[in-house]
């Protein structure tokens, strides 16, 4: 543990924990919590990753797997020592978080996946919902896995993009038939 910039010892990493995890609203695995709290070089993986369990056994952290949540414990504990966190470390962390936050709702709602086909090529398919149900399922189909992680990876990338311009076209079409 350096003691330069603001982490100084290990209960200074155990506030930051308890700071970005009292404002993530999904379980958050190890590097998902370094990630989140990760500064500048001054502050280790290693340090996260030994701050974490002490922050379980103490009940600051509830664990699930190798997911991990705050507790109420962490959350009031947590508010007690977040003015020791300065403010352009919360700052920085309270952005991340809200990018978590932002990606891991996204992904909830988009969903996709390679099946391998008897005939040796590979479906990519897309399943985009909301929260009232499913808006479209798309699949296509790629001739090898190369391919289909490529399409995987753009499809999930570019879902809203997808689907918006399916409902353009369909809906323009359906506008010129219309006149």
Same mark, same amino acid.
């Given at each position: 543990? +350096?003691?330069?910039?603001f982490?100084?010892?290990?209960m &200074?990493?155990?506030?930051?924990? *308890?700071f970005?995890?009292?404002?993530?609203? %999904?379980?958050?695995?190890?590097?998902?919590? %370094?990630?989140l709290?990760?500064?500048?070089?001054? *502050? #280790? %993986?290693?340090?996260?990753?030994?701050?974490i369990?002490m922050?379980v $056994?103490?009940?600051?952290l509830?664990?699930?797997?190798d997911?991990y949540?705050?507790?109420?414990?962490?959350?009031?504990?947590?508010?007690l020592?977040?003015?020791?966190?300065p %403010?352009?470390v919360?700052?920085?962390?309270? &952005?991340?978080?809200l990018?978590?936050?932002? +990606?891991?709702?996204? #992904?909830?709602?988009?969903?996709?996946?390679v099946?391998p086909r008897? #005939?040796?090529?590979?479906?990519?398919?897309l399943?985009?919902s909301?929260?009232?149900?499913?808006?479209?399922?798309?699949? *296509?189909m790629?001739?090898n896995?190369?391919?289909?992680?490529?399409?995987?990876?753009?499809? $999930?990338?570019k879902?809203e993009?997808?689907?918006?311009?399916?409902?353009?076209e369909? *809906? &323009?079409?359906?506008?010129?038939?219309?006149?």
């Amino acid at each position: 543990m +350096q003691g330069v910039g603001f982490i100084h010892d290990m209960m &200074d990493v155990k506030a930051l924990i *308890l700071f970005v995890m009292a404002r993530a609203n %999904y379980p958050a695995d190890e590097q998902q919590i %370094y990630e989140l709290c990760f500064q500048n070089e001054f *502050l #280790s %993986y290693f340090d996260v990753r030994a701050a974490i369990p002490m922050l379980v $056994e103490t009940g600051h952290l509830a664990q699930d797997g190798d997911q991990y949540t705050i507790t109420e414990k962490g959350r009031s504990d947590g508010a007690l020592v977040e003015n020791t966190v300065p %403010y352009t470390v919360r700052q920085r962390a309270e &952005d991340a978080v809200l990018r978590f936050n932002r +990606q891991i709702h996204r #992904s909830s709602f988009v969903k996709t996946r390679v099946e391998p086909r008897p #005939s040796g090529d590979f479906g990519v398919v897309l399943d985009l919902s909301d929260e009232m149900g499913s808006l479209m399922t798309m699949e *296509l189909m790629a001739p090898n896995q190369r391919q289909a992680i490529r399409l995987q990876r753009l499809m $999930e990338k570019k879902a809203e993009e997808i689907y918006n311009l399916a409902m353009a076209e369909i *809906l &323009d079409d359906e506008e010129e038939s219309d006149v």
